[in-house]
């Protein structure tokens, strides 16, 4: 990969809308060609429906893949499918150690959380032994937990940010605007809310706005991880772990009382932790390869 071929940034935030339209797409596809009596197609969490849009998403997921590894191949000219693979953030070689950095960085950035649920007694380690069977028998879990993060990091992370570095943006761009492709991908939730299950609309509006902040910030971080470990297994780990936590409730704090002063430095060295290590963790070379 020597050179890129005078390719656009229109081109590649095109292409970055289809693959957010193609994943929606598929989704709601995957439930209306298979529709049965026994489930309504606008209840996500049926899990005949889970069942069928995990189907949709894995395929929308190969195509913008396939579709993003063609654009590559004609833009960047890469020597071989392993170049064609690393673009995409898809090297196995990084994977480990972006999986590790990653983990650490967001643990981190949630140890106010993480004290909190030590003080609820929280941690099950015995819970752990039943993960296996429990993604199993609840498709909603297996969804959270793994078909929703890795289809959604690996086209709205590999698929499209690979495809924006290619044209040729800078990645201060794609790491703070390509997450509004994820974001604007997830308001066809609120559409269905308000549509088809008859939810007020202040509060579809606000609770739309909370989880656009959150997907946008989320993004920020994926983006800059992929960005820098080169991988989008980092990423993925990410939002596992992000899905696992949930928003951070401060509200659990009157629980404690006696341990609010030690939450609330939780949550502030959390956060400088986070900022200050970021960039010496994910620097190339230091514990991921270069």
């Known amino acids: ?21 193609l994943y929606v797409a598929a989704i709601y596809a995957s439930t209306a060609l298979f529709r049965t009596e026994a489930a309504s197609v606008h209840d996500r969490n049926h899990p005949q429906i889970i069942r069928r849009r995990m189907c949709g998403a894995g395929a929308a997921t190969l195509l ?6 063609l654009l590559l191949r004609g833009w960047l000219a890469p020597a071989g499918a392993a170049e064609a693979l690393a673009l995409l953030g898809l090297d196995p070689r990084r994977a480990l150690p972006s999986v ?25 380690w015995a819970a752990l032994k039943r993960i296996p069977q429990s ?18 990091e690996l086209v709205f992370r590999s698929a499209v940010v690979a495809l924006w570095a290619a044209a040729g943006m800078s990645p201060e761009l794609c790491i703070f605007a390509s997450p509004v492709i994820f974001g604007v991908a997830h308001v066809h939730r609120a559409l269905s809310r308000y549509f088809s299950e008859g ?20 993004g920020w971080i ?11 297994a980092g990423p993925i780990a990410a939002h596992v772990f992000c899905n696992v936590q949930g928003l951070p409730d401060t509200g659990r704090i009157a629980n404690h009382p ?33």
């Open 100 to 124: 590790v950095v990653s983990l650490v960085l967001v643990g981190m950035l949630f140890l106010g959380p993480l004290v909190l649920d030590n003080l609820d007694g929280a941690f099950a």
């Open 222 to 232: 994926a983006a800059a991880l992929l960005l820098r470990t080169h991988s989008v």
């Open 135 to 152: 993604l199993y028998s609840r498709p909603e879990q297996a969804r959270d937990y793994v078909v929703g993060p890795v289809t959604e």
């Open 258 to 290: 006696q341990h609010r002063y030690l939450i609330w430095l939780a949550f502030g060295a959390g956060l400088a932790g986070f900022l200050i290590l970021f960039e010496p963790m994910t620097r190339p070379g230091v514990f991921v390869p270069s």
């Open 64 to 69: 913008s893949l396939a579709a993003s590894g």
């Open 199 to 218: 939810s007020p609309l202040g509060q579809v509006v606000l609770s739309t706005a909370l989880q656009l902040a959150y997907t946008t910030v989320f």
């Open 1 to 21: 990969m020597d050179r890129i071929l005078g390719q656009s940034a229109a081109a590649a935030v095109g292409w970055s809308l289809a693959h957010g339209v």
